[in-house]
């Protein structure tokens, strides 16, 4: 992706937040659930002191009695309303998980196909599958966690400085140190290393898919030992990454535990000297310094985030690529639809960032016509298709269908008017059956076989055991070139599109089965029109007019 950019923390905070507004209530319900569950835990200690103060006779506002009532209430209570601030953080996950996916999956719709070509597809996986899985970690334990631990602490500090002032503002101080200063300066050092920990994750991803398509390139130029070693040394440098990731989460949490025991001392000894110069009661200074001891919980619960939280913002960020990423062409749904009348290139000026493919080609495709393109490899006839296709936009002229400029017709209606079988035909794990069906969802079985029959696959298919319904093996390798090739010409006939845009089609077939293929096309030519991109001299007999790319020009 272009797009690869690192926002500042906050920033990919706010985004995200964003990103699940309609979840907003519940996620209110968790975080006011949360306050009261840690209140109730931090107050049993408390209510213990007042009940040890009033039997001491001190002036307390609650009474050993009423303490004994409240003691099991508040314990209950923690139990319950942290079963149902967790029944609402699960809740969340579960849902924007969802909503994030559907989300990401919308954009690369978008981006699809031009902005995909190119892209590490193992990487894209991991963004889809891991880094969106790490972000309910944001959601359900940073975002909520956060909050809690905010209010809570305000809570607190009005509590104990309403004993004295300088109490309040000494436990606001530890609070800040601890939920703050810590996690700060723990995702400070873990920065760079948690970035490059899921960008690295996603290289290793694409790394192995890559290993298992190349499989049996490695095995025949005896690369295997080669390409597993490199697999090895990712798989040792990611778990070397995640040990210092881990490492440096324990030391925060060694220290947040010493720095919390020097913050009790300091409360003990400020309460002490307040105590002792008279401006606060025993009672005070013993509520304060137990008040304080007891409720560092939610401020821990940040101060752990520190470290983890870096890895769930490198996450974050890389989501964020994929939905910041502009698609290559804009979807049309409010252009005109056509009827086709034919198609022409004017003064095409086209290349792929900066280096420039096509340089003024005008073409003209009529009605009913075939038109062949010829050119060395590279010079650019399957990009003057894609520009056909709309995958991508001119630079400079315009590409008409039916006498309109591409740009104002709805891609839905371009994508019905036109078939492009590309040089590789990619097949899905399921029946041959299926596979030719998603060029026409609605087709009849009689219909398939008689778009396989013109493309020269029908009699193979029915030479295998379940014939039609033979599954197709992962990435269709169970099947040759040919075949492959076969089965994709077979789903342009059955898209019955008017306009066919055919690159390579008959590259890998012998000349009986091109001439079949090319039979059929010279019989549709009644209701279609055809680009036909050819190396073949043997194929391109069939077109009726031929152009030639050289060097980005036409002739
Ligand atoms: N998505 C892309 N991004 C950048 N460059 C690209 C992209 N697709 C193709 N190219 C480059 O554009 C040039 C033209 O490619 P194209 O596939 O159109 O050539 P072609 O004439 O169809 O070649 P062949 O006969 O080998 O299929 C090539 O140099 C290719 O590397």
Known sequence: MENKRTRGNFNVMCRLVGLVRPLAPVMVCAVLLGVAGFLCAIFIPVLGVYALLDSLHFSVPVVLKTACILLPILAVSRGVLHYAEQGCNHFIAFKLLALIRDKVFGVLR????????????????????????????????????????????????CFMGSYAPALGLYAALAYAVIGIGIPVAAARGARKSGESFRAEFGALNGFVLDSLRGVR??????DGAHRLAQINQRTDALAGQERRLKEAGGTAQAVTGAIILLLDAGMLALAGSLFMAGAIGFDGALVSVVALMSSFGPVIALANLGTGLQSTFAAGNRVLDILDEQPAVREVTDGRDIVFRGADARRV??????SEILKEVSLHIPEHGIVGITGRSGSGKSTLLKLLMRFWDTDLGQVEISGENIKGINTASLRAAESFVEQDTVLFHDSIEENVKIANRNATHEQVMAACRKASIHDFIMTLPQGYDTPVGELGDTLSGGERQRLGVARAFLHDAPFILLDEPTSNLDSLNEAVILRSLAEERASKTVVLVSHRASTMRIADTTYSVENGRMS
């Open 110 to 157: 978008q981006l699809a196909p031009a902005k995909l070509e190119g892209r590490d597809k193992g990487d894209l996986i991991a963004v889809l599958t891991a880094d969106i899985e790490l972000l309910e970690v944001f959601y359900a334990h940073t975002i909520s966690p956060i909050c809690i631990a905010v209010i809570v602490s305000v809570v607190m500090a």
């Open 217 to 222: 390139e490695s095995l025949q130029y005896n």
């Open 349 to 354: 000026t086209f290349g792929y960032r900066d």
